[in-house]
């Protein structure tokens, strides 16, 4: 029997663009589905480590983690029952108030950007504090990566730009000097 295009029936067209399956799309789900999905993600994650248990149970057998658990757990043959517990219950603890933490502060600074820019420092503040001329100020706060010729009382005396700075940074336009391209020397050393 042959393949007939005729045959299959077309679908009607779609009023959206439909979703990627392979993609990720969280975002657009639910908060109770997505703590399903991520359920069911946690119980497949835990059945690989099943999967790899006896590998690792070799590995630490081989390291001599066994002789640990010995001393820790087995002291004279006997199971201690406190430490048994107490050690897991511990790191169970210790996990649970970190994801706790993590979560209030998600809630808490969720749509806030607290970053913000910092004032840029005056020219004649760059000038003043390092002993430098207004230029060499202005191609040091212009600049990005550059090297400082500095003089034998530890001022700078001359820049020279390897990358050019900021050029788009509007707060910074209009006061770059042409010290940021060509080296600016005061004095001859």
């Not at 820790?72 to 210790?94: F, H, Q, R």
């Not at 900021?166 to 600016?184: N, T």
């Amino acid at each position: 029997m042959k393949f007939d295009s005729r045959q299959i029936k077309s679908r009607p067209a779609r009023s959206r663009p439909a979703r990627s399956r392979s993609i990720d799309n969280s975002d657009t789900l639910s908060r109770s589905h997505r703590v399903f999905w991520g359920g069911v993600t946690g119980v497949f994650w835990l059945l690989y480590l099943y999967l790899w248990l006896p590998l690792i149970t070799l590995a630490m057998w081989l390291l001599g983690v066994n002789n640990a658990m010995v001393e820790l757990y087995l002291p004279e043959g006997k199971v201690d029952a406190y430490l048994l517990v107490t050690v897991p219950l511990i790191a169970l603890v210790c996990a649970v108030v970190l994801a706790v933490w993590a979560e209030y502060n998600l809630l808490r600074f969720r749509g806030e950007d607290r970053r913000v820019g910092s004032e840029l420092v005056g020219i004649e503040m760059i000038a003043r504090t390092l002993g430098a001329s207004g230029e060499v100020a202005a191609a040091m706060r212009g600049g990005k990566q550059m090297t400082l010729t500095m003089s034998d009382e530890a001022m700078p005396m001359a820049v020279r730009e390897h990358a050019t700075g900021p050029a788009f940074d509007k707060r910074l336009s209009g006061q770059r000097s042409a010290a940021v391209m060509q080296p600016v020397v005061l004095k001859t050393l």
